[in-house]
């Protein structure tokens, strides 16, 4: 089954077309993008002070999940306010192992390996391997930018 094309541009994910039509992705970076750059919602004690407290955030499909417990997203979005340290890409590694782990649960890969590095002030890259039943992998490389995260929030 297909899913609805998505790409990562400089200004976030954008649908895309074929034609006058829904242009479909066969293969995974819609499902990838989806699974790290939705917001998961964050329990209240995961919330930084420094953003607002009642701020959980989740995706709306999560309210009736077809799996009890399941959660669509990440929580790469509590580290837009997180300064560039070691224990924060760790932690990015954590949230995209997490959004990611339902790729091996349902048998579509055996082994999903996730890295993370900063590449800039206020940039940080995600390194997505993913490795197929089928013996092949496919890699995403991800720019995640703290300065986004922030405008978006104060949209």
């Known amino acids: 089954m297909a899913d609805i094309a998505l790409l990562m541009n400089e200004f976030g994910g954008e649908v895309v077309l074929a034609g006058q039509d829904l242009a ?6 819609t499902a990838v993008l989806l699974s790290l750059f939705t917001d998961r919602r964050a329990a ?3 919330i930084p002070a420094e ?15 077809q799996v009890d417990g399941d959660q669509m997203g990440s929580l790469l979005w509590l580290l837009a ?14 949230y995209c192992r997490e959004a990611l782990d339902w ?5 579509v890969a055996t ?24 013996g092949s992998t496919v890699s995403y490389r991800y720019n995640y930018e703290w ?4 405008a978006k929030r104060a949209a």
Do not use: C, H, T
């Open 24 to 29: 479909r992705d066969d293969g995974l970076e």
């Open 44 to 46: 209240p004690e995961q």
């Open 51 to 65: 953003l607002p407290q009642d701020d959980l955030r989740g995706y709306w499909g999560d309210v009736q999940p």
């Open 81 to 94: 306010r997180e300064k560039q340290l070691p224990a924060v890409l760790s932690r990015a590694v954590q």
């Open 103 to 107: 790729l091996v649960e349902d048998l």
């Open 111 to 134: 082994r999903v390996d996730v890295s993370a590095e900063f590449v800039a002030m206020g940039w940080m890259l995600l390194n997505i391997d993913i490795y197929r039943p089928d």
């Open 147 to 150: 300065s986004a995260q922030a």
